[in-house]
């Protein structure tokens, strides 16, 4: 299997938010975004193993400032870290006025995928080329997350006995 370049399974999804997007504040609702989230970065990860990939982790998702109807909503998705049949897309969620310009960062998030086949079983993942400081950082740092993911899966097994 041929190992992959980052920018070769890059996402960008954009989406104007519409009334039926809103809560009754006029803001939309989290639970859109985040499954816009989820949607860039399953795209993300399927464009890297070339294999459908499902949600298996969601890090967290903090809110930095709300989304209006009428913004357009840019999410750009780029996997930070593969393993031997998982795969961590980073997001990062931007939210413009049209009339104005005006973006915000709203909200990243990181999404852990799992690649399956055929079968519905895991399948291996092309491995990541690294070719910046920036892609470095982020697989080290994503890297220290899956490591306190399986240490957090091993406490609960215990907990469990």
Known sequence: ????????????????????????LGNIHGGV???????????CATRHAQH??????????????????????????SVNWTGRTSIEVGIRVLAENPLTGETTHTNSAFIVYVALG????????????????EERRRWAEAEARQKRRLERR?????SRQ
């Open 1 to 24: 299997m041929e190992a992959k370049h980052v920018k070769d399974s890059q996402i960008t999804l954009n989406q104007l938010m519409m009334p039926e997007h809103a809560n009754p």
């Open 33 to 43: 975004i985040m499954k816009l989230a989820d949607e860039a970065g399953g795209l």
């Open 52 to 77: 459908p990939a499902v949600t298996v982790a969601i890090d967290s998702m903090t809110f930095l400032s709300p989304v209006q109807i009428g913004n357009l909503l840019t999410l750009h998705a």
């Open 118 to 133: 055929n079968n519905g079983q895991p399948v291996e993942v092309p491995q990541l080329i690294l070719e910046t400081d």
């Open 154 to 158: 091993l406490e609960k097994e215990k």
